[in-house]
């Protein structure tokens, strides 16, 4: 008899917990608008059942937290929440216990400030990255994109669960799919959070969705700032005046074709990419044809593959060095402007790619016209970035090594 | 090399100043308490014996008196005053407690900064370790072979 | 005309066979029953046999409450469970397959994937990864493609055989081809992709379970339940055509018929069962190799056996993927091809004592 009772109550919390979910919480008149009365009657009976020996009936401290968020952020009301695979989420509760597959949504939450303890699991490459996410070490392991741990992830109990919205698409919806049969209350949502075209929309839909709107503001300003200087310099460049570039990977010539983000981050600083009308992505080019095409600046990207070094865990620049006069020595390639002229210049995948690229299209810039952007120093900006937005005790006069020449 | 986070600032507070009623009003207190970087929260102020409640300019659904706490309200302001009846010495036997509700963060009305910074989300999370290279390579021979042996 | 001592030999044998088929279903439940408490979430063995008559029983069973904080019927029921018997079914088909294919074309180093079946799936699986190009779309853009592929190697032998002659020669030789033809267009695919379409593209071609689920799992067993029993019925002409297309067509066996008909079969259930996984290896070559060593030929009984044995190796390979490194799961075609080497050394070492 006992046994039956405990289920039928068992049952009726679950009813109840699925019900409450679906309303905004402390919203006595059920109408769907939190108001400044219906938010201070739960915090006095909150404050009197707790300190005055009150017996009324008080909402739960979760309750009365998620209220006072959606009433300061919301509005008091539910969101509705639209991401970068235009799909639309309404949330009645603050997301509280993230989980995330996508690094770059990470930085990015973490530049608006997002409070660590809210995260609950991460993608593996973070935790292999104790010196750029130090605070996030703890935090379960995801796996990967391709080859996700779904019962670690089922196991911390997300609410939410952030995706690429554009990378690796397939992989995503599986991940969505498995995580949904497992967990129906998980929400899902798609976000880059390193191409440029929506960047800054995608930082200002975070920033609501978190309660951060102050800080994606001042986050924005920053990032516009940087942007908006090199887009105000370089759109006054008619087209034929611009410096050719030719663009290489951490594979030997292969370069960027059209469409690819590295041709759109040449484009935005101003270059003119001389294999921009090559069909595919990143092709491999022959050597003969750069040398024909004669360009006016050489950029290597390093950071993979072969060329696995610098960046933040690393602090010695020799490597770049001989990766630029490496190139330098190939055949006949002294014959072209780029390398007569010295205007060989490597820069690591970390500033170039991923959330950092405004960082990387920065230097691009300065190295295509450095006359024109005598005020702009990246290096700088970087180290903004790091501390005033990533919060991170990181010094580059000191440490990692991403550009060279400086 | 040593990486560490540096910590987010703004903290609460809520600081009282007492100040006696001119004599015309009889024989009374009046506290203010300064609401500082609390957007949402909960202030209970403990009226010491021998004093009685009077009122306050706070709005009545935001105010709640209870034997000899009151319980209030706080969202979006910055400053609540109000009036209590009795001798003009004891000042400093009012006590309170403050609560920050988007943060969490808790503290004693008077001091500087919170006591109590607020619980973390029950993030109780197993550390699983790292899983090194050898996966990865195992998976990189494992192409190798699909690949020549294809 | 079977002597007392023939009698003897036979009935020895069938009760090999029976012991045999008996063992491995035993094997097989305790198995599973083994890996369903498998798994990263750190579920209790208690807790994980909780959860299975939770999930069956709702309503009935009383969940204590860190059953409900860490999730655990959810865990098993949307996860593990499925993932097992999916095991189980990929495992018995490929194997099956595998026996097929290797009597109908009289070598036993065919599998599924000596006739380019798996190039196929791998290489229609890079369309849709790289191209986004295919047939169905969205969830089941990637899947289509593999199935669509993989028949089409199928159908791509057949007509190539019919031109040629219904042999097992002409059936390799178009079988490498094809093989050549499809990985050549994969890798023309990764060298397009980019870096993130490439990593799909390698991770689906690992092989892995990891995209399972109930309605998958279902249209396996709905395929097997279809298939298996006709290729069990017609077992006999199996036995017949492994002794070659003159001894088989004065038997009566139609030979050309019966050999389309099984490579049909087998392609089938390898294509239905790949295109959920992606290539799984060495399944249909070790598991039939293993179960003729210790009951012989006999058809009817080595299809049945071998598809057992497939099963338990395939879920045995995947209990070790998922516990061999700790916090991570290796693709479980990658544990298979493992299999493969302790297999070939001993084939080996056999050859040369022989």
């Not at chain 3, 669509?148 to 097992?168: D, E, Q």
Request: aromatic share 10%; hydrophobic share 45%; with cysteine.
């Amino acid at each position: 008899m006992t046994r039956k009772l405990l289920l039928l109550v068992c049952c009726t919390f679950l009813l109840v917990g699925t019900a409450a979910a679906e309303a905004i919480p402390c919203d006595r008149d059920g109408n769907g608008t939190l108001t400044s009365s219906e938010l201070a009657a739960a915090i006095l009976d909150s404050l009197d059942a707790r300190f005055m020996g009150g017996t009324v009936e008080a909402p739960s401290p979760v309750d009365l937290r998620d209220a006072a968020f959606i009433y300061e952020h919301w509005d008091g009301r539910a969101l509705t929440i639209t991401d970068s695979s235009g799909r639309a989420t309404t949330l009645t509760r603050p997301l509280r216990r993230i989980a995330l597959f996508n690094s770059d949504t990470l930085d990015m939450l973490r530049s608006l400030g997002l409070e660590p303890d809210r995260v609950v699991g991460v993608s593996k490459y973070v935790l292999e990255d104790p010196v750029f996410y130090p605070e996030y070490q703890g935090k379960a392991n995801l796996g990967s994109i391709w080859s996700p741990d779904y019962e670690q992830a089922a196991s911390i109990h997300p609410d939410a669960v952030f995706l690429y919205a554009t990378l690796s698409e397939s992989s995503c919806a599986d991940i969505e799919k498995t995580l949904r049969s497992i967990d129906p209350g998980i929400r899902f949502f798609r976000f880059d959070g390193y191409r440029p075209a929506t960047y800054a929309e995608e930082a200002r839909t975070l920033g609501l969705l978190l309660g951060k709107e102050e800080e994606a503001r001042r986050f924005l300003s920053f990032h516009r700032n940087v942007t908006g200087t090199v887009a105000g310099v370089v759109d006054a460049i008619p087209a034929e005046d611009r410096v050719s570039v030719y663009l290489e990977s951490w594979h030997d010539y292969k370069s960027a074709g059209k469409g690819s983000g590295y041709d759109e981050k040449i484009e935005l600083a101003g270059g003119r990419n001389i294999f921009g009308e090559n069909p595919v992505e990143y092709p491999v080019v022959d050597p003969e044809a750069v040398i024909s095409r004669n360009p006016d600046v050489i950029v290597k990207i390093v950071g993979a593959g072969e060329l696995a070094f610098g960046g933040y865990g690393d602090d010695d620049r020799s490597s770049f060095e001989t990766v630029c006069r490496t190139i330098g020595n190939r055949p006949v390639w002294d014959r072209i402007s780029a390398v007569r002229d010295g205007r060989v210049h490597i820069i690591h995948s970390d500033v170039i790619g991923g959330p950092e690229y405004f960082i990387g299209t920065a230097y691009l810039a300065k190295w295509f016209y450095p006359d024109l952007f005598t005020d702009l120093d990246p290096r700088a900006v970087h180290q903004q970035y790091l501390e005033e937005f990533q919060h991170l005790d990181y010094d580059l006069d000191e440490h990692g090594t991403f550009v060279y020449p400086a | 090399m040593i990486f560490v986070l540096a910590a987010p600032a703004a903290a609460g507070s809520v600081a009282r100043v007492i100040v006696p009623l001119p004599e015309g009003s009889g024989n009374g207190l009046e506290v203010t308490l300064t609401v500082t970087g609390i957007p949402v929260g909960g202030i209970v102020e403990t009226i010491p014996d021998g004093y009685t409640w009077v009122g306050c300019d706070h709005p009545d659904d935001r105010t709640r008196v209870s034997g000899q706490n009151v319980a209030f309200a706080v969202i979006d302001e910055e400053a609540i005053r109000y009036r209590v009846q009795g001798p003009p010495e004891a000042g400093e036997a009012f006590t309170g407690t403050w609560e920050d509700l988007q943060t969490g963060e808790s503290g004693v009305v008077g001091s500087d900064g919170p006591r109590n910074s607020g619980q973390a989300a029950q993030a109780t999370v197993p550390s699983t370790p790292g899983f090194g290279y050898a996966a990865a390579l195992a998976a990189l021979a494992m192409i190798c072979a699909r690949r020549c042996g294809r | 005309m079977m002597t007392d001592f023939g009698r003897e030999e036979y009935a020895r044998l069938a009760e090999k066979r029976a012991l045999f088929i008996t063992g491995l279903i035993v094997i097989l439940i305790a198995l599973a029953g083994v890996a369903v408490t498998i798994g990263s979430a750190g579920l209790s063995v208690a807790d994980s046999y909780i959860a299975i008559l939770a999930g069956l029983f709702p309503g009935a069973v009383d969940l204590p409450d860190r059953m409900v904080e860490s999730n655990a019927v959810g865990i098993v029921w949307g996860w593990r469970l499925h993932r097992v018997l999916f095991a189980v079914a990929a495992g018995f088909g490929l194997a099956i397959a595998g026996a097929v294919m290797q009597g109908v074309l009289r070598n036993p180093l065919a599998s599924p994937f000596t006739l380019g079946i798996a190039s196929a799936a791998s290489c229609g699986a890079s369309i849709a990864i790289v191209l986004g190009a295919g047939l169905l779309s969205g969830g089941l853009l990637v899947i289509g493609n593999a199935f669509l592929f993989a028949m089409l190697a199928a159908a791509a032998i057949y007509g190539m055989a019919r031109l040629r002659g219904m042999g097992s020669e002409t059936m390799i030789l178009a079988g490498i081809a094809l093989m050549y033809l499809f990985s050549a267009v994969t890798s023309l695919l990764q060298y397009l992709g980019t870096a993130d379409k490439v990593q799909a593209v390698v991770f689906w071609m690992f092989g892995s379970l990891d995209r399972s689920s109930w309605p998958k799992l279902g249209i396996v067993t709905v395929v097997l339940a279809a298939v298996v029993p006709v290729l069990l019925w017609r077992a006999w002409d199996l036995n017949a055509l492994a002794e070659g297309d003159e001894t088989a067509k004065s038997l009566g066996v139609p030979v050309e018929r019966s050999m389309a008909g099984f490579m049909l079969a087998a392609s089938l259930v390898t294509a239905v069962i790949i295109c959920f996984t992606g290539t799984i290896g060495f399944i249909g070559l070790v598991a039939p190799h293993i179960t003729r060593m210790v009951i012989g030929t006999d058809h009817r009984a080595l299809l049945p056996a071998s598809g057992l044995v497939g099963a338990v190796l395939l879920l045995g390979a995947d209990c070790l993927a998922r516990t061999a490194i700790p916090g991570t799961i290796i693709p479980v075609g990658i544990m298979t091809a493992f299999l493969g080497i302790p297999f070939f050394l001993y084939l080996f070492m056999r050859r040369r004592d022989a």
